[in-house]
């Protein structure tokens, strides 16, 4: 049928008269079903699908929410589920799925959730360290000073010192964005020569919760929570010295990994409605799309997307997959977090194979303010809490302070209420992690007129460190320190305690080490690609901070801040969107997979004691937590070969995947014979249920500084496998030459354990340039 007739038999279909209550869908289009329409007619298209199933035109136009164009070929649309089955049927439609609110949000999940150790802001750009070499890649990027980043998030706080345009050039000629004022209580948001523009998506919000409440959120691009201003500050703020959270912590010279990069700003996270900020924000699909939409066709060259869901959502039903193959199309390049669902394995979001997906580790600081016991032992806590005591005070375990009542499984936990002021006053409270938000044990704490508060790590904190803003002086100690103070304060008739100031340390060993709530792998939607793709900084990162916003984000909390400390997937994202950034400046021709294979074939493995980077619990790391490793921008600028890939190769991934994701929902016409998902030329390598063998194709392309070279092939094979290549060394005689290869993985003879994964990496080298690639294979 062509286009036509469906329409027309479209219009001939009965009224609809469905009571249901409409809600939003998303209507998506194959990927050759837009063509080369003019924008407006592409508008009109969709209103006249609209308007078949509607009853008056006036009634179309209402129910039109979005008209996408670029990030996907569809819109979204006030739909009964009647309507949407309608749509549906339509040959033409690939999918038509109700987006739930609730399906994304920031991934600095309740922000202050987690753990830590320390941040890095010199330091980010370069896993070595030296600022030389740091330079020197700035110079050579210009510090990034014509690329474009689009960052979706909450907004930003435009006054920030970060975001100063002062000595910067003009907007580059290829910006065809806008900068939004909208409305808000400071005068709305504006522009300069830093954040070039801006824009807010609030329909689908609306569409939902009705209108915006003006006292949790403004319509404006003005970042009100905090986490859109760190994100986007961390990608590309400027270098402001002797900034620092909190009155002195971390203090230093504030930088963006791309600092004289333009900033395009999206806010498509709002407040969640009689919610307190602190239970983070909610990023609506169909706003998402929208976003995505107008970065595209504003021109941006990188976007930054700390936004995922915990759900586990197939790529045609997951409106940041669909908008970021569309963006890469138009060869943007999209980094977006891997999400804070760990350690639990298989938690990844944002996992599609156009995606650069970003895993969070610690850096080489720490917070120090060691706990004093009356008996003289003292433990090594971390906070970065300003208040300080005087002197010591009586101890106590909150499971003793409780008011009648409070369950016994819950009593050591310090909930909302649950602590008895008449035991607590004048003294500090011992509270264990588990149940809660750490902030809000120490705003009990401070409630029940406690004068210090010591956090104590569940088992399965292990010991890695929760550092936190506080409102009265506390520190965090780790799980076995707990118990060594819980024996004390059991073992003594006055237990008394001193929390020491807080102290900022730098080169602190080991780091990195991966972050307990960094998401894992394996990718379940496809365990054919091995996910994560790389790790940067996520613990305890300094940065930007919005002036409306508390730095704990509790309701109590009247502190206000320039900079302040966070923690997730969601800070370290950025810091890979701004290495993608500088090698956008350098190599303006890289495809967005070049510059991924780059990042991520360049990545390292090992810490700043040598040692192979361990989870925070002390064991080996593996590339289901750090993907290829570290990243290292400035080795990344001659990674000497690249793997490359198309839009195209994404299409033809699409229809191998096995999990339901093929031709069906696509429209896109897959050739008889399906490449296996295996084959995408990804930068590593994964292979679940190997039984026998099986041979993968990768092709290479020189990108090193001479045309002459010959590599040869090494691997360390997983446990239980053999790896080899053929052929096993590869000429080139100019730059740009591509050569392809196969390597076959053959599970060995013997005993071996079923379904668990083992881990190793093959490396193509000619003695100067090493190409690493990390692989996962699990036996049948
Ligand atoms: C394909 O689309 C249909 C309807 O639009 C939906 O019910 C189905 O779940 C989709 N399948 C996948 C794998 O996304
Ligand atoms: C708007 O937000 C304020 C502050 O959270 C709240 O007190 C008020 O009830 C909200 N109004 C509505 C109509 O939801
Ligand atoms: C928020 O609370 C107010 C007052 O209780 C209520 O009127 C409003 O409907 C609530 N808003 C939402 C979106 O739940
Ligand atoms: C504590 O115990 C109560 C009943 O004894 C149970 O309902 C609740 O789920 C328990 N809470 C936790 C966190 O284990
Ligand atoms: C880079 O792109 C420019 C413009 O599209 C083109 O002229 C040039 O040949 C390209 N360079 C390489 C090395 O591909
Ligand atoms: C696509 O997926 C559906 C359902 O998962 C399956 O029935 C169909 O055979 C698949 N088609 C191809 C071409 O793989
Ligand atoms: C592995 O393959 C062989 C031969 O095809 C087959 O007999 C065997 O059942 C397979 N083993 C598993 C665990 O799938």
């Known amino acids: 049928m062509n286009k036509i007739s469906i329409l027309l038999s479209l219009f001939l279909l009965p009224l609809l008269a469905s009571s249901a209550q409409k809600q939003v869908y998303i209507v998506r289009f194959g990927e050759d079903g837009g063509g080369e329409k003019v924008l407006h007619e592409i508008e009109d298209t969709h209103h006249s699908y609209l308007q078949s199933l509607k009853e008056s035109e006036e009634e179309a136009r209402a129910s039109l929410v979005y008209s996408y164009k670029h990030s996907i070929n569809g819109f979204a649309a006030m739909l009964t589920p009647d309507q949407a089955s309608k749509l549906s049927e339509l040959e033409e439609v690939a999918s038509v799925y109700k987006s739930e609110p609730g399906k994304y949000s920031a991934h600095t999940t309740r922000s202050w959730q987690f753990v830590g150790l320390e941040e890095t802001h010199k330091k980010k750009m370069s896993g070595d360290g030296d600022d030389d070499d740091d330079d020197d890649m700035l110079v050579k990027a210009s510090y990034g000073k014509d690329v474009i980043v689009g960052v979706l998030d909450s907004g930003a706080w435009p006054e920030s010192k970060s975001f100063s345009d002062e000595g910067m050039g003009p907007v580059p000629k290829s910006w065809k964005g806008i900068c939004q004022t909208g409305v808000d209580d400071y005068n709305g948001f504006h522009c300069n020569k830093k954040i070039i523009g801006a824009r807010y998506y609030l329909k689908g919000y609306e569409q939902y919760y009705g209108h915006l409440n003006v006292s949790e959120d403004c319509p404006s691009p003005r970042d009100l929570d905090g986490h859109g201003t760190h994100t986007a500050s961390t990608v590309a703020g400027r270098r402001v010295p002797e900034a620092s959270a909190l009155g002195g912590f971390a203090r230093g010279t504030a930088s963006g990994g791309a600092p004289l990069a333009r900033l395009a700003i999206y806010k498509a996270c709002w407040a969640i409605p009689n919610a307190t900020k602190a239970d983070g924000n909610t990023c609506f699909e169909a706003d998402m799309l929208a976003a995505m939409d107008d970065a595209i066709a504003d021109g941006v060259h ?16 997951d409106g940041i997959a669909m908008g970021a193959l569309n963006a890469v199309k138009n060869n943007v390049v999209v980094a977006c977090s891997a999400g804070n669902s760990g350690p639990t394995p298989g938690t990844l979001s944002n996992t599609a194979p156009w995606i650069i997906t970003v895993s969070a580790s610690s850096v080489d600081r720490a917070f120090f303010a060691p706990l004093l016991l009356g008996n003289g032992q003292e433990f090594l806590g971390q906070t970065v809490t300003p208040y300080k005591l005087e002197k010591m005070h009586p101890l106590v375990y909150a499971e003793d302070v409780v008011v009648p009542g409070v369950a016994k499984n819950v009593s050591s936990q310090c909930l909302l209420g649950s602590l008895s002021p008449e035991k607590v006053k004048g003294k500090i409270v011992m509270c264990m992690r588990g149940l809660g938000m750490r902030v809000e044990k120490g705003q009990e704490v401070k409630r029940a007129g406690g004068v210090g508060f010591v956090l104590g790590n569940s088992p399965a904190n292990g010991n890695e460190l929760a550092c936190d803003a506080h409102l009265l002086p506390a520190t965090a100690v780790g799980y076995d320190d707990a ?298």
């Open 483 to 780: 118990v060594k103070i819980l024996k004390y304060i059991k073992s003594t008739k006055n237990p008394m305690a001193f929390i020491k100031q807080a102290r900022t340390t730098l080169n602190y060993q080991p780091a990195p080490f991966m972050a307990a709530f960094t998401s894992r792998g394996p990718n379940v939607l496809d365990p054919n690609i091995l996910k994560p793709d790389i790790t940067a900084p996520g613990l305890n990162i300094l940065a930007a901070w919005s002036a409306a916003s508390s730095p704990s984000k509790l309701l109590e909390d009247k502190r206000s801040v320039d900079y302040n400390i966070d923690s997730g997937t969601s800070m370290a994202c950025p810091h890979v969107a701004a290495a993608a950034a500088l090698l956008k400046a350098i190599h303006p021709n890289w495809s967005s997979a070049a510059i991924r294979s780059a990042l991520m074939t360049t990545a390292w493995m090992k810490n700043n004691e040598g040692l192979p980077i361990s989870e925070s619990n002390g064991n080996l790391g593996t590339p289901f937590t750090y993907g290829s490793g570290h990243f290292r921008p400035i080795k990344a600028m001659d990674p000497g070969l690249v793997y490359d890939a198309s839009y195209n190769d994404y299409l033809l991934y699409l229809c191998s995947t096995s999990n339901g994701l093929n031709d069906t929902n696509l429209t896109f016409k897959c050739p008889k014979v399906i490449p296996s998902a295996a084959n995408l030329n990804y930068p590593s390598l994964a292979i679940p249920n190997l039984n026998g063998t099986v041979i993968v194709k990768r092709t290479v392309t020189n990108v090193g500084s001479s045309s002459k070279s010959a590599y040869f092939f090494t691997a360390k094979p997983p446990l239980g496998v053999s790896v080899k290549a053929t052929p096993n060394l590869l000429f080139f005689n100019r730059v740009g030459q591509k050569k392809s290869f196969t390597i076959t993985v053959r599970a060995r003879r013997g005993k071996h354990q079923k379904n668990v994964y083992g881990f190793g990496w093959y490396t193509w080298t000619d003695g100067h340039y090493y190409v690493r690639s990390p692989m996962a294979v699990s036996l049948a």
């Open 302 to 317: 990188v976007m930054s997307i700390s936004i995922g869901s915990t759900r586990t959502i197939p790529f045609t039903q």
